[in-house]
């Protein structure tokens, strides 16, 4: 058991979620929602579930929230509720507070508030579900910035055997290649005599806007 403790506060579909997957990646999560039916649920999955209103700042102190190294504010629809439960947490000095935010006026007050990180469920899984839609060789992809994005593609067969100086993806899309994932073995800033083999995995770092160059090529 890892000693990092984690605090999720609102266990809707995205709290529930986050809760649970920390649990199995052998966490400690407090859980924390006003519905007793939510804490019901949850209760058999994570360390502790707590049944509390977390905008009244005794309570949230009570069930030991200051414990918590980082914390996940996954409140959506009541608003108020979500900024405020930030703002407390930042001010009682929780070092990470990551905020489920509903809408970009939403997203931009909690980080107003201190948020460290503000999610956005829908929007970033739109952005994934389209861009995995319209590229069937892209794995992954995780937007860094407007600007820059991290991207999987499993090898294009016609860069079989060719190494990475030959195919110079830098100079053609530029992106850089970060990694190789080969089998078990990842190669991280693989040399540029390095040969691709069937069944390799790209990491590329680039700009979106060369991206869709890219994509058009390899698709
Ligand atoms: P999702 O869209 O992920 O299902 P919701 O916004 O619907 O998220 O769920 C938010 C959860 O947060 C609900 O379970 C609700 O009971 C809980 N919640 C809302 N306000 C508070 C509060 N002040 N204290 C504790 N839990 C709260």
Known sequence: MESKQFGVIGLGRFGSSVAKTLSELGYEVLAVDSSEERV???KDYVTHAVCADATDEHTLKAVG????????????????????????????GIKKVWAKAQN???????????????????????????????????????????????????????????????????AKYGFTILAIKRGNQLLISPSSDEQFQTGDILVLIGRNENFKKLERDIG
């Not at 980082?70 to 930042?90: D, F, H, P, R, W």
């Not at 006026?105 to 107003?112: D, R």
């Not at 739109?126 to 820059?148: P, Q």
């Open 40 to 42: 019901e649920e949850i």
């Open 65 to 92: 929230i200051r414990n918590c190294d980082e914390v996940v504010v996954a409140i959506g629809q009541e608003m108020q509720n979500s900024i405020l439960i930030t703002l407390m947490l930042k001010e009682m």
């Open 104 to 170: 970009d006026l939403h997203g931009k007050i909690l980080s107003k508030v201190g948020a460290d990180h503000v999610i956005y469920p829908e929007k970033e899984m739109g952005i994934k579900v389209a861009n995995k839609m319209v590229a069937n060789n892209i794995l992954e992809f995780i937007e860094l910035s407007e600007e820059y994005s991290i991207l999987e593609i499993s090898i294009p067969p016609r860069y079989l055997g060719k190494t990475i100086k030959e195919i110079d993806v830098r």
